[in-house]
């Protein structure tokens, strides 16, 4: 094809531009469905993601200085082969399933199997789309030769990111799923290359066979899947079990032969028929599946659940019988604290966003006006967390006892399991001490606290992310197989 039209690389650079942030975008949910969100996962895929893009510039920059006294260079067949390159990249995310999984089962740390899979998934295309700019750039500047265009190609692929950036996690992302959604630049990658300069047979056969090869996916009975804004949900059903799942992490479960369910909410249930709970304000900061709400509504007067993902409320309704008396709104915990007017007897922060509690909402300020929505001296707030209390992997509990303590609550916490590595605390904070469970289990002191300026639990808690995942994981391992 011959190239000499300034608006040629204008759309090009748009769709390049579209393409790499969405991909950016998709490479954080595609590695969080397997090693969480927490900051290091951020900071890692970020920081490969601008290397790449650097790496990219720089190469690109040498070669057309290099070849500066060749009046054909640079030409389109050098970005026909960028982009059939990139599509080649992008058909390899389809096997990140069976990556990850080598990965965890292979027994590798936290930091280290997020950078070897967002360098499989990222480095390379990152390095493509940083190239390919540099091109566009030279090629344009190549046929203006009188007139600056980098800035205007530059706004165009910026542009091109935002259009995407919408359309894919508003639209592509819960309607076709990402990998779907990469698939689909995988193959747009190949007709641009196409459209640029002829390719080789062997390209479009390595993308047909890449196609076809089935991705690897759990293979159980899956009542709902749907990869939205927040988070990849399903909903899978065994054994006369039923499980929601956020990012291959279990939050809720029914088990309706047994008519067993959370073992954190059995708890629950046990010490409210202790206290002899009745018509009780409930509020319940993470309704999941509902199973809470649906345990604890016996005991309520009015019982609130807020859940900040809509698709959420729909499974809790749809799949898991939630209760016609749980109030269900779809709101952000955060805002609805600041701005509810109602007081609650009790309080429950119920909050994993698959395995990741969210830190802004564990701290001394925001416990603090926790403490005035109760109604009474003697309400409680619960809090739902990891199992672990013990050593440097315990640490973050420590410190959110602690957290709660310089608040004014006094603390109690109970565990569902002898063994941390499967059990939950159920921590209980009033300022009524004599209002408290009996404690159980003896915790030792942490002398930090967890505050909104030095907010040190997203971080200390990114291993047990880690670990809790890894747990869930090898749960589910035979549902792989």
Known sequence: MKVNKLSLFYVLSFVEGGMMFTTELASTRKISVFFGSSLYVWIIVLSITLVGLAVGYYWANNRIEKNKLNKDYPDAKVLSKLFLYLSIALLIWKFNNSIALWLINSGFELITAVCVDALILVAFP?????AMTTYFVALGQKIQSNLPVYGKILAFSTFGSVV??????LLFFPK?????T????SVLSLLLSALLFKVKWWSVAVM???ILIPEKNIRV???YKNDGAFSNLMVV???KTRYLLVNYIIQSFKDYANDKTLEYAELMDSVAKIQQWKNKDVLILGLGGG???NVLEKYSRSITGIEIDPRIIDCAKKYFDLNPRVNAICDDAQWWIQKDMNKYDVIIMDLFNGEEPPAYLLTKENFERIKNKLIKKDGILIINWYGYYTGEIGRGTRILLNTLSSAGFSVSALSTNLYQDRSNLVIYASLDKNTLPINKIEIQKEDEINTADKNILSLLNADVNYQWRKGYLNFIQNWWN
Do not use: C, K, R
């Open 176 to 180: 076709i799923g990402v990998q779907n």
């Open 221 to 223: 009975n899956v009542l």
């Open 208 to 210: 047909v066979i890449g």
């Open 126 to 130: 990152m390095f493509l789309f940083g």
């Open 164 to 169: 995407f950036a919408v359309i894919s996690v």
């Open 182 to 185: 990469i698939l689909s630049f």
């Open 291 to 293: 199973i809470l709400a």
């Open 237 to 239: 059903e065994q054994y």
